[in-house]
């Protein structure tokens, strides 16, 4: 199931950073790419503000582990000017011109380096984060080969793992994907 394109109103825009309150240029208001800085000069590091009318596809790729439970494969946010650099997530990105599942497939090879395309996808949760204006597309599939995959660190993660799903990380990007993993994982079971 191809993601819809998230249209964002300008009137939801934000004016301001949500960070520090400083007014958000009218030009970057205009753009809606993401993402871009807060041009409040007064503070040391720049705040970014992340808004994007492009759809986001998610990538679940559970595991089954030697002892029976299912593990889910994660990235450590790796890209300085992310949001939650440094935090554990799973691996997704913009869908553009392609389908939800396309992306999710590219993305995982993107941040986590493992070929993906033999995993049979569901899409399993929609999501909408106010904060980025995004809509999420959650799709998740379970690795077919007796062996786990050997997942990569790439210009997008800084480390990676296959953790279980009854161990997962308290330093989640986005806390709410916990859940979500769950989730899916209880339609592998």
């Not at 950073?17 to 205009?30: D, I, L, S, T």
């Not at 041009?39 to 503000?49: E, F, L, R, V, Y």
């Not at 993107?110 to 204006?133: C, I, K, M, N, W």
Request: glycine share 6%.
């Amino acid at each position: 199931m191809p993601a819809q394109k998230a249209i964002i109103p300008f009137s939801k825009i934000p004016k301001f950073c949500p960070f520090c309150a400083h007014p958000v240029p009218e030009e970057e208001r205009q753009r809606q790419t993401h993402p871009f800085l807060c041009s409040n000069t007064a503070i040391p590091k720049p705040h970014q503000i992340f808004v994007s009318p492009l759809p986001v596809a998610v990538h679940i790729l559970l595991v089954r582990l030697d002892d029976g439970r299912l593990g889910v494969c994660l990235g450590r946010r790796g890209l300085v000017y992310e949001i939650a650099f440094g935090k554990w997530a799973l691996p997704g990105g913009y869908i553009e011109g392609e389908t939800g599942e396309e992306a999710a497939i590219h993305e995982f090879g993107d941040e986590v380096g493992v070929d993906v395309s033999t995993v049979l996808l569901q899409h399993v949760a929609e999501r909408y984060d106010p904060a980025t204006f995004c809509s999420l597309h959650f799709y998740a599939g379970i690795w077919p080969h007796s062996d786990p995959p050997e997942l990569q660190i790439t210009e997008e993660t800084t480390e990676t793992m296959i953790c279980p799903i009854d161990e997962l990380p308290e330093d989640m990007a986005f806390p709410y994907q916990k859940e979500i993993i769950i989730e899916a994982a209880m339609l592998f079971a």
